[in-house]
């Protein structure tokens, strides 16, 4: 029992210790990112409440505690009482820059550079105090960072889930002038390459030395949509990155499997009813029918951003409707033949009235498929996405032809 006692009471302490060790570390974190202000000639109680007598000219200022080759948001909040004005710069040794005038809440930005000594320097004229409450810099540190005899790379990601897709910015800074920043980007979906972008962005001031550059980068949401693990890597000349991404199913694509398992066993269950049905349709009626699905599959591809080949479907679903109305207009000239003939006191034999006024629907079938063969084969829009779309009707048309005369020949032996 005196063992236990004395192994709770070592658990205690250090725990106590560990707590007061973790409070220290980031205590020393939030002191150095305090930012303290002087003056050229500054008295002792001035420096402690950081509230600044002006009385004509003052110049306030505070180096900045930080590398030089970072990027640093300094926020600033300040008081005036009497009457003052003035203005706030970012000064890289004695380069002055980011002038903004004196008021209550003040942002300077610190890009990479070459200055040693970097500093936030208020000149305020008049009569009165200045009182700086808070003076705060944060460290905008990035995803990734390479360092190069070049340039710098300054990673950072925006967004990367399955709601927003993939964004990034790269960030650089010339240590030297160079033309051309090439980089490619890679998805990989349970290890298989589903996305790859590769780009070389030329621009010689873009990349001068000393510049920063900005080079944004997007892999659009649709990579990211099915549950799974996804791996983007974004590879440079001399350095590559990789983040992973693990995509847990949601609601909706539980709905859509959902409803994809009931449309799948539904056609397989009647799939006799629909293979009879589209048999039972007419030349003209076939070819809307092919009209209508590929305006649907035109939607889906325009909904995935893949606007040349939604534009190629539309295109050929307009193909088809030209021939499907084209073959219905015939066919409607056809049945009022028919019924005239039938009121005329002719005998109601569909069977016979088909043969006489329209004897082979699969001749206009045939015509119809040379006629897109034609018109596909004179679009390099189509042909473009959808090579040999005008050999693939051209064939299917002479099958037509070919399954007629087998017919025919079939009938007159018969």
Not at 225 to 252: A, C, Q, R
Not at 253 to 265: E, K, R, W
Not at 353 to 376: M, Y
């Amino acid at each position: 029992m005196r063992s236990l006692a004395c192994s709770t009471s070592l658990n205690k302490t250090a725990l106590k210790l560990g707590t007061v060790i973790f409070l220290l570390i980031i205590l020393s974190q939030v002191s150095s990112a305090s930012i303290t202000f002087t003056s050229d000639v500054v008295a002792e109680e001035e420096l402690s409440s950081q509230s600044f007598k002006i009385d004509g000219y003052r110049r306030i200022f505070a180096y900045l505690p930080v590398d030089k080759h970072d990027f640093v948001e300094i926020n600033l909040k300040t008081k005036v009482s009497g009457d003052i004005s003035g203005n706030g710069f970012l000064v890289y040794d004695s380069h002055y820059t980011q002038q903004q005038e004196l008021k209550e809440n003040m942002k300077f930005i610190h890009e990479p550079s070459e200055s040693e000594k970097t500093r936030i320097e208020i000149q305020a004229y008049g009569k009165g105090e200045l009182k700086i409450y808070e003076a705060k810099i944060t460290v905008q540190e990035p995803e990734f960072r390479y360092d190069g005899e070049l340039y710098i790379a300054y990673l950072y990601i925006k967004a990367f889930s399955a709601d927003e897709g993939f964004k990034a910015e790269i960030k650089t800074y010339s240590r030297e002038s160079f033309d051309a920043f090439n980089y490619t980007v890679k998805v990989n979906y349970f290890g298989r390459e589903i996305f790859r972008e590769s780009k070389s962005i030329v621009s010689k001031p873009k990349f001068e030395k000393g510049k920063i550059g900005v080079v944004e980068i997007e892999v659009p949401l649709r990579y990211f949509i099915s549950p799974g693990f996804y791996t983007v890597e974004i590879t440079s000349d001399d350095w590559s990155y990789k983040k992973n991404l693990t995509v847990l199913p949601g609601i909706s694509t539980v709905l859509t499997a959902f409803i994809s398992i009931l449309t799948i066993s539904a056609a397989f269950k009647y799939r006799r009813e629909i293979v009879r049905w589209i048999f039972s349709l007419s030349t003209g009626q076939k070819f809307v029918l092919a009209a209508i699905i590929l305006l649907v599959i035109s939607a889906v591809y325009l909904a995935l951003e893949k606007e040349n080949t939604a534009n190629s479907s539309a295109i050929l679903a307009y193909y088809f409707l030209i021939l499907g109305v084209g073959n219905l207009i015939f066919e409607f000239i056809f049945e009022n033949r028919r019924d005239e003939k039938n009121d005329d006191g002719g005998e109601d034999d569909t069977e016979s009235n088909s043969e006489k006024f329209d004897p082979h629907p699969e001749v206009r079938g045939a015509l119809s498929l040379f006629i897109l063969s034609l018109f596909t084969h004179y679009s390099p829009e189509v042909l473009k996405t959808m090579p040999y779309t005008d050999i693939i009707t051209f064939t299917a048309g002479l099958l037509l032809v070919a399954l007629l005369v087998y017919k025919q020949k079939h009938r007159v032996a018969g």
